[in-house]
């Protein structure tokens, strides 16, 4: 995994060198549930970042270096529970929680055409993203601050690169508005397993036999319909199954 962390890290690095330096760069990166966008997007923008500090002989050595490089995750996007609660089913909006109608599509497409506005033009060059509460289940509202040195991000989500057939046109607004996209690709069996492990840990099941329900009843068929509303072209990365992708996961 660190070989491939490195190589989009670097290539990402000479994008930015002969990007417009008031405009942010913008990467979408999607795959299935149980893929990793997680933990790759974190270890890319680590990776970038300590390039950057490597690369900035400007500052002096006991000057911090901003980071140039953040990581957003479409999960403050989810709708909250209260809304699910007011949709005429309610019990299946819990239950489906994940599916491209349980987000805020139009915010989040909102969310991303305002990074491509010029830096110089934000009123204290600082926008906000939400992010989302494990503890309390629901969004948390202007939560991830993106300053004017971020100039390039990693936007990870299931639906981050979702064409025009794929539900609301709000997602292919947002994929649209990406410098470029990225998928995971991995084994199917890899992700449920991954799937199951993580839900148990994380309290969104009980026991094995629940998480692998909503495994197969909601996590594996969201990534159906990613895999089959694709907004090309993407690039496609191959599966990680390194002990050290699998523990980052878990």
Request: hydrophobic content about 40%; overall charge negative; charged content about 25%.
């Amino acid at each position: 995994m660190e070989a491939v962390v490195q190589d989009l890290a670097q290539r990402l690095v000479e994008k930015l060198q002969h990007h417009d330096a008031d405009h942010r760069y913008l990467v979408g990166l999607c795959g299935i549930p149980g893929s990793g966008k997680s933990v790759l997007a974190v270890a890319v923008v680590n990776a970038i970042n300590k390039i950057h500090r490597r690369q900035d002989v400007s500052a002096p050595s006991s000057q911090k270096v901003d980071d140039i490089a953040i990581v957003v995750g479409m999960d403050g996007w989810h709708l909250t529970r209260a809304q699910l609660q007011a949709m005429p089913d309610p019990q299946l909006a819990k239950d489906r929680r994940g599916a491209e109608w349980t987000f805020d599509a139009k915010g989040f497409a909102d969310f991303v055409e305002s990074l491509r506005a010029p830096i110089s033009e934000t009123a204290d060059g600082t926008l906000w993203a939400p992010s989302f509460s494990h503890s309390v289940k629901d969004p948390v509202e202007h939560d991830i601050p993106i300053p004017p040195t971020a100039r390039l991000l990693i936007i990870e989500g299931l639906y981050a690169n979702l064409n025009a057939d794929g539900g609301s046109p709000h997602w292919a607004r947002a994929s649209r508005s990406f410098d470029e996209r990225w998928l995971i690709e991995v084994d199917r069996n890899l992700a449920r397993q991954r799937l199951i492990i993580r839900h148990v840990q994380t309290g969104v099941a009980t026991d094995e036999k629940e998480a692998a329900w909503r495994a197969d009843q909601n996590d594996l068929p969201n990534g159906d319909f990613l895999l089959s509303h694709l907004q090309e072209p993407v690039l496609k990365l191959g599966s990680f199954t390194d002990d050290t992708w699998i523990k980052g996961m878990q």
